[in-house]
């Protein structure tokens, strides 16, 4: 990460064997286009300086039209109560815990490219890691929804933190694993943010540099934090820098792990299991990238930023979907291994009410989209092609949201006894306030991509091609 005009810390060649020149030694930069430090500076900025283009405002108004959507059904949620869910006394969770647990899931890849990939000195990260970042905070924004509005009355979600107050001894409950939710994701959120705003600070200083009225300048001066670009501010921040990426290392694992547990910790067949901390973990990971791919390959194209988010970036995350996909696969099988090895008959028949119950649709969909189609990635032509690697990132997604709908649904629907045992159909409410979360959602990430720089550019600068080797 260097400055335009600071010569004293050059940029590395960092670059990435072509397989067709391998043979001679040859490379090929992370940048396409033998970028200069003024291009990329222009090419990166220009983006928030312009009027947006009206594919943008269409956009736009396509998802605040779903949050508006997702906010009635809220309402209707808090002032009509749970009732107006498909709940019963039998799947007391459902569609709400769904995409509680899905969108935390979305929200791990972000910090896993900044943080993780950033530690073992993984440079193709440098043109994806600030959306990434930003699509992991509106993620865990996405999913804190869904706990406060299953309370019921939302307006005392505040009794969840254990803050000094004159109701007498009456504290939050530290042995349940529905708190330890409330500390893990504020936690992610927090340091998430914190990071996400500093590896901005370089470029908010050029953004206030470049700044033609006087609030934009005034704005980007308090936010740039009084950066000047000297070698002694640049060996401040990138200490910093580091710190925070060894922080928020362990929450990538940490959180999805404490997720986990307000199923494993559980006494209910098929949830009772040690393996959910990493099959959970993998499965985020797995999902979070594949998010990124949709986000990313519809903004290279839209926002002009092919030679920035290049072929070799999508190759590159779609092996990490390869990998943590086949990790999910071998958790699907584990699973059932151990009901039948456990010799549990409670144990066995979820899963083969998985299978072949009446819930088997949903759960062949998990399977087809989890573990059958990720392996097209193994094909170098697939993962190389961005419309092929959009659609298989699409069905990643639409995969891990049944993974999980599966795991809840399944395991409640049939209780101990037959009496017991009901079906769940998700109201209309329901499927609105899921697809209000994708309002949010996507209304931040339309915002953030208008308003600040969706390329790290102080980082793009360090890897651009300078010669051949």
């Not at 020149?21 to 430090?37: A, F, S």
């Not at 009084?226 to 694992?253: D, F, K």
């Not at 009772?272 to 959970?280: D, G, L, S, V």
Request: one cysteine or more; hydrophobic letters at 50%.
């Amino acid at each position: 990460m260097a400055p335009e005009d600071h010569t004293s810390a050059l940029p590395a060649t960092l670059l990435i064997e072509d397989e067709q020149e391998r043979g001679y030694g040859h490379v090929l930069p992370l940048i396409d286009g033998n970028k200069t430090y003024s291009q990329v500076t222009e090419e990166v900025f220009s983006t928030t300086e312009r009027m947006p283009p009206l594919k943008w405002w269409l956009a736009l108004s396509v998802s605040l039209s779903l949050l508006l959507l997702g906010a009635w059904a809220v309402t209707q949620t808090v002032t009509r109560g749970i009732g107006t869910w498909g709940l019963n006394r039998t799947v007391g969770w459902a569609f709400d815990i769904t995409n509680f647990v899905f969108w935390v899931g979305i929200g791990h890849a972000g910090t896993l490219i900044s943080a993780i990939l950033f530690l073992f000195r993984q440079r193709w990260r440098t043109s994806i890691n600030r959306a990434a970042e930003a699509m992991t905070i509106f993620a865990v924004m996405c999913a804190g929804t869904f706990p406060i509005i299953h309370m019921g009355r939302p307006w005392l979600a505040f009794w969840a933190t254990p803050y000094p107050n004159t109701r007498g001894p009456l504290w939050v409950n530290f042995k349940s694993p529905l708190l330890w939710d409330v500390f893990a994701i504020s936690t992610y959120f927090i340091i998430s943010l914190t990071f996400w705003y500093l590896g901005m600070v370089p470029d908010l200083a050029t953004m206030r540099d470049r700044a033609k009225t006087k609030v934009r300048k005034a704005i980007f001066s308090i936010f740039s934090l009084g950066w000047n670009g000297s070698n002694r501010t640049w060996s401040r921040y990138e200490t910093v820098y580091m710190l925070l990426a060894g922080l928020s290392t362990p929450l990538v694992i940490s959180v999805h792990t404490i997720v986990s547990m307000d199923f494993a910790t559980s006494v209910i067949p098929g949830w009772h299991a040690t393996i959910f901390p990493p099959y959970f973990v993998a499965g985020a990971v797995f999902s979070g990238f594949a998010m990124v791919l949709t986000l990313m390959i519809i903004a290279r194209k839209v926002m002009d930023l092919e030679e920035y988010i290049t072929v070799r970036h999508l190759e590159a995350m779609t092996k990490v979907i390869i990998a943590t996909g086949m990790i999910v696969g071998m958790a699907y099988g584990t699973e059932f291994f151990m009901a039948w090895y456990s010799g549990n008959n409670f144990e066995r028949y979820v899963f083969i009410n998985r299978a072949l119950g009446p819930f088997k649709w949903a759960y062949w969909s998990m399977v087809s989209c989890n573990v059958i189609i990720p392996q097209l990635f193994w094909i170098r032509k697939v993962r190389t092609t961005p419309w092929m690697i959009f659609i298989l990132s699409i069905f990643v997604n639409i995969g891990m949201w049944f993974e999980r709908f599966v795991i809840i649904v399944t395991s409640l629907h049939r209780d101990y006894l037959p009496s017991s045992w009901a079906m769940y159909t998700p109201t209309f409410v329901e499927v609105a306030i899921f697809l209000g979360s994708f309002g949010l959602f996507f209304t931040c990430f339309l915002i953030f991509t208008r308003l600040l720089p969706m390329i790290a550019a102080s980082e793009v600068k360090g890897v651009l091609k300078h010669e051949e080797h």
